[in-house]
T-cell receptor
Framework: DTGVSQNPRHKITKRGQNVTFRCDPI?????LYWYRQTLGQGPEFLTY????????KSRLLSDRFSAERPKGSFSTLEIQRTEQGDSAMYLC???????????FGPGTRLTVL | EDKVVQSPLSLVVHEGDTVTLNCSYE??????LLWYKQEKKAPTFLFML????IEKKSGRLSSILDKKELFSILNITATQTGDSAVYLC???????????FGTGTRLKVLA
């Protein structure tokens, strides 16, 4: 499968625990985005990478959230000290530099109990 | 932050009907507008629009952008039950890498 992949697909955790999600973009895509989506809402931008550089982060993003893309390929999103309000679908998308079309992964659904 | 407003929020039609979905946006440093279809999974790309008045078409779906009135429409003709989904629009802005999404229009097509 040559699409964007995300792992795990589902994560249930207790409040206060740390969680880490992984995104593998389409191999030739150097742009990578993380979004959060809650029920009835559109995806909310979290952060953007161009190759390994994190070029933009949402001002609304708590400092409990951190993302990396160490070799410009896969990316991880970590949430520390999870809260119930972090429960959402976390989507990753990638794109080529010359196009605005984003390809989304299937998402990781996080439930914080 | 630049807002994207979609209407209606939801819509129920019968197979064969034609629907028009609306997306309005604020003008600030506009670069492009995109439409996505989201079923019970991740959004899939439909169209990207940058120029006013040029219709993009794919089968029964078409879309157009009006940069003067700051809106776009997505038309679906001869709707089918498989068109049932949430339709999202998003804008991009010069000087930022963000995509700002609207809340979507939930379309249900009845057989």
């Amino acid at each position: 499968d040559t699409g964007v992949s995300q792992n795990p697909r589902h994560k249930i955790t207790k409040r206060g625990q740390n969680v880490t999600f992984r995104c593998d973009p389409i191999s030739e895509h150097n742009r990578l985005y993380w979004y959060r989506q809650t029920l009835g809402q559109g995806p909310e931008f979290l952060t953007y990478f161009q190759n390994e550089a994190q070029l933009e982060k949402s001002r609304l993003l708590s400092d409990r959230f951190s993302a990396e893309r160490p070799k410009g390929s896969f990316s991880t999103l970590e949430i520390q000290r999870t809260e119930q309000g972090d429960s959402a679908m976390y989507l990753c998308a990638s794109s080529l530099p010359s196009l605005n079309e984003q390809f989304f992964g299937p998402g990781t659904r996080l439930t914080v109990l | 932050e630049d807002k994207v407003v979609q209407s209606p929020l939801s819509l129920v039609v019968h197979e064969g009907d034609t629907v028009t979905l609306n997306c309005s946006y604020e003008v600030t440093n506009f670069r492009s507008l995109l439409w996505y279809k989201q079923e019970k999974k991740a959004p899939t790309f439909l169209f990207m629009l940058t120029s006013s008045g040029i219709e993009k078409k794919s089968g029964r779906l078409s879309s157009i952008l009006d940069k003067k009135e700051l809106f776009s429409i997505l038309n679906i003709t001869a709707t089918q039950t498989g068109d049932s989904a949430v339709y999202l629009c998003a804008r991009t802005t010069s000087g930022t890498y963000k995509y700002i999404f609207g809340t979507g229009t939930r379309l249900k097509v009845l057989a």
